[in-house]
């Protein structure tokens, strides 16, 4: 057997050490599902973020978090803390403690005040998907309303993608209504422009018949994110994912379909924490 060389044996160390590092990468990203950052929602933590936002996001990246997404500080009165950050500064700050962001939610209010203002603040902080948690049509609406509030967003999300920005609706409220006996929310999918609006799926929103899996099917393409909450079908409450009743990796392996490119886990902070060791060995 001949000897290695001193060249040859560091070429050969080097060589091992890069195929261990992509076998170690490959690992990390088949064990998170489909290779995305594992996130959540700020919002169950707003009174923490109000007294104290570097502690509050520590805690997420503690937690096991990768990425967050926010509610923007000129829209949520919750999150006005943030105002003292330049977005700049935001994005540095987060990045510092090992998160990104790169959604917030913002309210139809501001999208029809205040627009341009928290575009800018979204562009300052790399923030690049903007998403309001609903319409906020009557609860029991006509076809007229339905087709008012797709117009109204329609022109809204115009707007942010000229600036960059894509603009995406979640279900909540006014989504959750009917038209005769058509979901608002189907409707809704007709209505809005699929290339300037995308949508945000709340995956609890099985409790009132609506199946992520289903949805993510059904309109393959229209959808960029979602909410994760887990659910119990037998006790009819929020449970952590993966202690809960839903089939995740169906979910998951439908959100490819949807067009899913982040998530962010939205319950209270112990069971978010508790949903991130499943998470991380969920493979799909």
């Avoid at 939610?105 to 979204?122: F, L, P, Q």
Wanted: with cysteine.
């Amino acid at each position: 057997m001949s000897t290695l060389s001193r060249r040859e044996f560091l070429q050969t160390t080097a060589a091992g050490a890069a195929l261990s590092g992509v076998i170690a990468n490959a690992r990390l990203l088949r064990a998170n599902p489909l290779g995305m950052p594992i996130g959540c929602q700020t919002y169950p933590i707003r009174m923490s973020i109000g007294q104290d936002p570097v502690a509050a996001f520590k805690q997420l990246a503690d937690a096991g978090f990768q990425a967050i997404e926010l509610c923007s500080p000129i829209g949520y009165k919750e999150f006005a803390a943030l105002t003292k950050y330049k977005g700049a500064e935001l994005k540095t700050m987060l990045g510092d403690l090992g998160l990104t962001c790169v959604s917030t939610h913002v309210s139809m209010r501001e999208m029809r005040t205040g627009h341009e203002a928290t575009a800018a603040w979204a562009n300052e902080a790399g923030i690049t998907q903007m998403m309001v948690a609903s319409l906020g049509g009557p609860q029991m609406p006509t076809m007229d309303d339905v087709k008012k509030a797709a117009d109204e967003y329609n022109a809204i999300a115009e707007k942010s993608a000229k600036a960059g920005i894509q603009q995406g609706l979640h279900n909540e409220g006014f989504e959750m209504s009917s038209v005769g006996d058509r979901r608002t929310y189907d409707i809704l999918f007709e209505l809005l422009d699929p290339k300037l609006v995308k949508f945000q799926f709340q995956v609890s929103t099985i409790s009132r018949g609506f199946d992520a899996a289903e949805y993510f099917t059904k309109y393959p393409g229209r959808f960029i994110s979602m909410h994760v909450q887990g659910w119990s079908s037998e006790t009819k409450t929020q449970m952590a994912v993966g202690q809960d009743t839903l089939d995740w990796k169906k979910i998951f392996t439908a959100a490819k379909t949807g067009g899913i490119k982040n998530y962010f886990v939205e319950m209270n902070l112990e069971l978010m924490k508790a949903s991130v060791p499943y998470l991380k060995a969920l493979t799909v």
